[in-house]
């Protein structure tokens, strides 16, 4: 089942030469200011300098860790046409990461190994001395791409997290921002209560060569940003793991 995502939005964006159509738009929780709101259009906007302003007013928005507010926003072209260009570049597509093979396992006792608790939310395992984990999963950051890639597999391509958190972050509901202090930034209405934490330090550590990479974790950020802003945003597949 698919979900839309443009229904959860309190923040509307508009190109500036077409102000009744809507280009795009965003979900606002906490975690979001003003500095960050301008970052994703970096990913968004096709290279071409521009301005983001306050619809009905004259204030341009300036990169400040001032909290955004929900409004209407729209970008303003200073090229000839006066026209902006989201970029068409496709969204990468993926499913729930299951364990599959050995090699899969090897990788979920690594990233256990490695973590220790839901970096995302900050749980504990209250078991972990009788190594018993129910609950908790080891999520790839970069989605698997099929039982026979070795690299995919590896510790620095992991998250552990809980089970429902993983769902979240699987369907980009969430994400990393790596260049604003691992802050994670919810996309959606946050049931998890995760937007604005801090990534825990143990993922990644400088100093530990398992550590999950900045390069991976810019990725899905890229990827949240364009599933959930673009457009009317990407559909949102539910995972059901009952069996």
Not at 215 to 224: G, I, Y
């Amino acid at each position: 089942m698919a979900g839309r995502r443009s229904l959860r939005r309190n923040a509307f964006i508009y190109d500036a030469t077409r102000p009744d159509h809507e280009i795009g738009g965003m979900r606002l929780n906490p975690s979001v200011s003003k500095k960050n709101f301008l970052s994703m259009f970096e990913i968004l906007i096709i290279d071409c300098p521009y301005t983001v302003m306050l619809n009905g007013t004259n204030e341009i928005i300036e990169a400040t860790d001032e909290r955004l507010q929900p409004g209407h926003y729209c970008i303003k072209s200073s090229t000839p046409q006066g026209k902006v260009f989201i970029t068409d570049k496709p969204r990468a597509l993926r499913t729930l990461s299951h364990i599959r093979t050995g090699r899969d396992e090897e990788f979920r006792k690594a990233v256990r190994e490695r973590d220790g608790r839901c970096v995302i939310a900050g749980v504990i395992n209250p078991d972990v001395d009788i190594d018993d984990w129910p609950g908790f999963e080891a999520s790839h950051i970069f989605p698997l791409a099929g039982p026979r890639d070795t690299g995919i597999n590896s510790c620095q391509n992991g998250l552990f997290m809980r089970a429902q958190i993983h769902q979240h972050f699987d369907a980009f509901r969430f994400s990393i921002n790596v260049d604003d202090n691992y802050k994670i930034i919810s996309f959606d209405s946050d049931i998890e209560r995760v937007d604005g934490r801090i990534l825990d330090p143990v993922c990644p550590s400088p100093n530990d060569e398992r550590s999950a990479r900045d390069e991976l974790l810019r990725w899905h950020f890229r990827q949240a940003v364009l599933a959930n802003m673009r457009g009317v945003g990407e559909p949102i597949f539910y995972f059901n793991l009952q069996k």
